[in-house]
């Protein structure tokens, strides 16, 4: 849906993602990246730092998140 454009169908599948799968980090990651298109920076780093409060992470995850929220600093400021 992302790529034919449809970014709101997106953001519904996604969220039902990660209320289905709160340990499926790519689609907090995808999510943060559709927000952030959208100039949505704020929601975009809630998202993340949610998905960095969840247990049982592993290295590369808190990895790729806080990536993640760096990159978002970029924009946000």
């Given at each position: 849906m992302?790529?034919?454009g449809n970014a709101s169908g997106s953001k519904e599948i996604l969220v039902n993602v990660i209320s289905?799968?709160?340990?499926?980090i790519e689609s907090y990651l995808l999510m943060a990246?559709?927000?952030t298109n959208a100039g949505e920076y704020k929601k975009a780093?809630?998202?993340l730092m949610k998905?960095?409060?969840l247990n049982g992470l592993s290295n590369e995850q808190q990895k790729a998140l806080?990536?993640?929220l760096q990159q978002?600093?970029?924009y946000a400021n």
């Open positions: 992302l790529r034919s289905d799968f709160p340990q499926y990246d559709i927000l780093r809630e998202i998905a960095l409060e806080s990536e993640k978002l600093e970029k």
